[in-house]
């Protein structure tokens, strides 16, 4: 599927919200919501910190696997969800978009924890710079099987049925799932799993956004072709895995451990993405 038809796909409208500065964006946590997940310590401290941001942004993959109702009564995910559900009630507005991982976060969540979710992204406002926020694995257009399967994964009927699994086979096919994208992944020619710079262009133009930000390949990049400015977030726990906006709409690639790091030179060779 080519960027424009996942625009279209999507209505070709995005939720439009506005990044103050200091907002923050991170993507790619994969925490784990399984039944013997440990404490997610360093994202707890994320959020702890993050209580003086006016804005949280989370691109996606927030959680490794994500099942609806029978992950959210595990221990492990309740303390998650009652850390996010702690930051909003401390005045901090939580975005999230659906990652490739936990497509299925839905109302529940919401009411849960007090966050928005937003399937197909959303578009920010800062210092009259435009950008367009997105999980990252639509920008894989070469990967043609794993498009095939995304669409799949988030038909109607498959989005309807998974809530009401009982947990034992909701978990069960969680765990089959992760296993089989493993093994796919492994098996996949490099090139057809890259981002493509032509999906990005043909996005944010849809969107009308001079700047893309996304995560899913793990790796950081920051290109500007003059047309498009596009940054790659790092996987959580990197040192350029968090995006800050500043006045005027600039934005800083740090480390969510909250070290300032410079953003580095541009990436010209594009990273693998990880669906």
């Not at 901090?92 to 529940?108: K, M, Q, Y």
């Not at 794993?146 to 669409?151: M, P, T």
């Not at 030179?265 to 993405?273: E, I």
């Amino acid at each position: 599927m080519s960027a424009e038809s996942e625009a279209t796909r999507a209505g070709g409208v995005w939720p439009e919200v506005e990044l103050a500065p200091g907002t923050l964006a991170i993507a790619d946590t994969h925490l784990d919501a399984g039944p013997s997940a440990p404490p997610a310590l360093e994202f707890e401290a994320f959020l702890e910190r993050a209580r003086t941001a006016p804005r949280l942004v989370i691109l996606g993959d927030l959680f490794d696997a994500w099942v609806g109702p029978a992950h959210a009564e595990l221990a492990g995910a309740r303390r998650v969800l009652d850390a996010l559900a702690s930051l909003v009630r401390a005045g901090t507005s939580l975005d999230i978009v659906h990652g490739n991982r936990d497509f299925l976060l839905e109302e529940s969540f919401e009411r849960r924890t007090g966050a928005r979710v937003h399937p197909a992204g959303l578009i920010g406002h800062c210092g009259g710079v435009r950008t367009l926020l997105v999980h990252g694995d639509e920008l894989c257009t070469l990967d043609h099987g794993y498009q095939r399967l995304k669409r799949a994964l988030r038909c109607a009927p498959i989005r309807w049925l998974a809530p009401r699994l009982p947990r034992p086979l909701s978990l069960a096919a969680a765990r089959r799932l992760r296993s089989a994208s493993v093994k796919a992944v492994a098996e996949k020619p490099p090139e057809s799993k890259r981002q493509q710079r032509s999906a990005a262009t043909a996005l944010a133009m849809a969107a009308g956004a001079r700047q893309l930000v996304v995560g899913h390949a793990h790796q950081f990049r920051d290109e500007d072709d003059g047309a498009l400015r596009w940054i790659v977030l790092d996987a959580f726990g990197g040192a350029r895995d968090c995006l800050r906006w500043g006045p005027d709409g600039a934005v800083e690639a740090v480390s969510s451990a909250g070290a300032s790091r410079s953003p580095g030179p541009p990436v010209h060779s594009p990273p693998p993405c990880n669906p």
